[in-house]
Each structure stands twice: as C-alpha cells, then as structure tokens.
Nanobody
C-alpha cells in the first residue's frame, strides 16, 4: 500500500556533501510525517531528522546545523541534504513514513535503505 524508495547514497570524503531522496508511492493514502533514520553496524537505528506535512522539522543533535530535511508534497518526496559529513555519519540511511490508519492505529513504513560511507 505504501512504498518508500531511497536514493542518493554513496561514498564521500569527510567534509563533503551528499543529498538523499525518498520517493513515496502511497496508492492514495496520506502520510502525515516522514523522516530519515540511520543505522551503523552494531548500533541501534537512530533518528536523524523528521518533517511533518506542514514542513515542521526536527533534528538529532549530532546532525543539527549540518543536515537539512525538506519535503515536496506535490512529488511525495523528502530529501536530506548532508553537509560537512563526518566518518561517524557512516550508516545505512532509511526513509520513514507514518500515517494514522484504522481505529487511530499509527502505521509505519520503511524504505530499503541506502548506504552512506564517509572516509576519513
């Protein structure tokens, strides 16, 4: 019913930039909030940034000032502009979408992930 596809990951040197995209196919279902999460080997998945349909944003302290999340509602796409990348940013980045379904149950959807590797 909902499919999220990430793109834009790759290998970049420390201090470089990368832009991730996530295109959502919703089959007519509305997604209220979307965001980016990341998971490094041996670590739990952590929140990177979120954005509401009204473009209200929230960032993890570790990326604040370096990353920018944005949203194009007409294209059902969100972006993550990553600047001043650090080796500790290396992780698989996942796109997330949430909606309120039947009986008020929150439905969560995930993309397949895209690898971001930052070399020292």
């Amino acid at each position: 019913q909902v499919q999220l596809v990430e793109s834009g990951g790759g290998l970049v040197q420390a201090g470089g930039s990368l832009r991730l995209s996530c295109a959502a196919s919703t089959r007519g279902l509305s997604i209220n909030d979307m965001g980016w999460y990341r998971q490094a080997p041996g670590k739990q998945r952590e929140l990177v940034a979120t954005i509401t349909r009204g473009a209200s944003t929230n960032y993890a302290d570790s990326v604040k000032g370096r990353f920018t999340i944005s949203r194009d509602n007409a294209k059902n796409t969100i972006y993550l502009q990553m600047n001043s990348l650090k080796p500790e940013d290396t992780a698989v980045y996942y796109c997330n979408g949430r909606r309120v379904g039947l009986y008020g149950i929150v439905e969560t959807y995930w993309g397949q992930g895209t690898q971001v590797t930052v070399s020292a």
